[in-house]
Each structure stands twice: as structure tokens, then as C-alpha cells.
């Protein structure tokens, strides 16, 4: 029986060690006819912004995970799961990665290829809807095992997007923000997608700037100047 004082000791590391955990989960599971045509073959993690590859694996079951380095500065970045695959066009064989698919879980029947890492996200549930042949697209079947619900919520930043939850021009909007931004509900605190239509704003409109503090409370610690290298698309 170890002593007291060195199961405490013993304690105390196993909790530093889970609370200094800087990488984040992405579990996922194939649909069955997936799994059969991508068993054997490598998967790969795309971080979409930089358009590199951050992890990989070789499918050895429908159920399977990569890992990713948090970033304390992020809130989430935008990710997709490809796997090689093979298109036919005019008689000419053109190798390529092609995404993986997950169903919305607010729309009927419209599927993402993207989504946002972050803490705490569920499981993804992923698959290819077709296989390209000489002779054309082959439907495949969409069933998980021991799934019922194959259209989930991932997590809160998936959340915002998929449920369009966004900030509009109004001269209400124009003439003060800040109170504007505040009656949006906050959704755990997690605010990637607002922040980004706030910097749109800020760059387009020429006015002091909003921080998300200002928003959301000590919930958010990122502020608006993170945003400055990325793309404002809908500016």
C-alpha cells in the first residue's frame, strides 16, 4: 500500500498532467459502406487556411481519431477529412482528395465537408454519399452502426454557423454596435464566426474598435485584432 503523502503526490501529478493537455480530440466514425471502401487507406486532417495537412491515419475500423495542437490564441479553426479517391472525366482518370461528409444537423438532408475544431466537440460522423466509376457516381448507402441519430450537433462554434446565427446592417447596427451585438444570444461563449463579421465591420466602417470582451465577458479572451489576417469574405 503506498503511503499517504505519495498517493497525494501521485495525485497531484495526474491532475497537472490532464489539465496541461494543449491538444484537442477529433473522434469520428464511418458509415459502414465508407469504411469498406476506404479500409486499408490513409485519411488525412486539412487545416483549410493554410491548406496543410495536420495529421493522418490508415483506417483500420469505422471509429477512429486525430489530434491537434490548441492554440490558447484560437478560439477554433476550420478543418475537413479527405481521403484519396479517384474521378472520371471523358475517358481520363484524375487521382485526388475528395472530403469527407457530415449531415447538418438543423438542415434535412444538406451535408458539410468543413467544420470547427474545438474543446469538448462530439463525435464527427463521416461519409462519402457516392463512388465515382468509368460509368458514372454509385449512391452509397448512409448508416452507421449502432447509430439512430446520424445528424448531431458538434459543438457550439459548429453551432453558429449551421444555425446562420449572424450580425445584420441595420442603421440601428450602424449607429451603435455594440448594443446590437450584445442582444445575440451567446452560446457558451463561443463567438470565432461573430468575431470575424465584427472585424468585416471595424474594417469597413472606420469605427473604434469592438473587442469581445466588450461582448461576451471574460467567457472570450480573443479580441478582434486576431482576425486581421484573415479573409473578410463577406466584407
Known amino acids: 500500500m503506498p503511503k499517504p503523502a505519495l498517493l497525494l503526490l501521485l495525485l497531484a501529478v495526474s491532475f497537472l498532467a490532464c489539465n496541461s493537455d494543449q491538444t484537442i480530440r ?56 479527405k481521403a484519396h479517391d479517384t474521378a472520371y472525366f471523358n475517358g481520363d482518370t484524375i487521382p485526388l482528395l475528395r472530403q469527407l461528409g457530415y449531415y447538418d444537423p438543423y438542415r434535412k438532408n444538406h451535408i458539410h465537408s468543413s467544420f470547427y475544431v474545438e474543446r469538448g466537440m462530439k463525435q464527427l460522423l463521416l461519409f462519402n454519399s457516392f463512388r465515382d466509376t468509368p460509368k458514372g457516381k454509385l449512391p452509397l448507402p448512409v ?6 441519430d446520424i445528424a448531431g450537433s458538434i459543438g457550439p462554434q459548429n453551432d453558429v454557423v449551421q444555425k446562420e446565427i449572424s450580425l445584420h446592417y441595420t442603421p440601428i447596427l450602424l449607429c451603435n454596435r455594440l448594443n446590437a451585438a450584445k442582444s445575440f444570444p451567446t452560446i457558451s461563449g463561443s463567438c470565432s464566426s461573430i468575431l470575424m463579421q465584427l472585424h468585416c465591420w471595424n474594417n469597413s466602417m472606420h469605427i473604434k474598435s469592438i473587442s469581445a470582451k466588450q461582448i461576451y465577458g471574460n467567457s472570450c479572451s480573443i479580441s478582434i485584432p486576431t482576425f486581421k489576417k484573415q479573409p473578410c469574405l463577406n466584407c
Open 143 to 148: 448508416k452507421f452502426e449502432n447509430q439512430q
Open 26 to 81: 477529433i473522434k469520428f466514425q464511418l458509415s459502414d459502406a465508407t469504411f469498406e471502401q476506404l479500409k486499408g487507406k490513409k485519411l488525412y486532417l486539412f487545416h483549410e487556411k493554410t491548406r496543410m495537412v495536420k495529421d493522418s491515419l490508415v483506417v483500420a475500423g469505422p471509429e477512429n481519431s486525430f489530434t491537434v495542437a490548441a492554440d490558447t490564441n484560437i478560439l477554433a479553426e476550420i478543418y475537413s477529412i
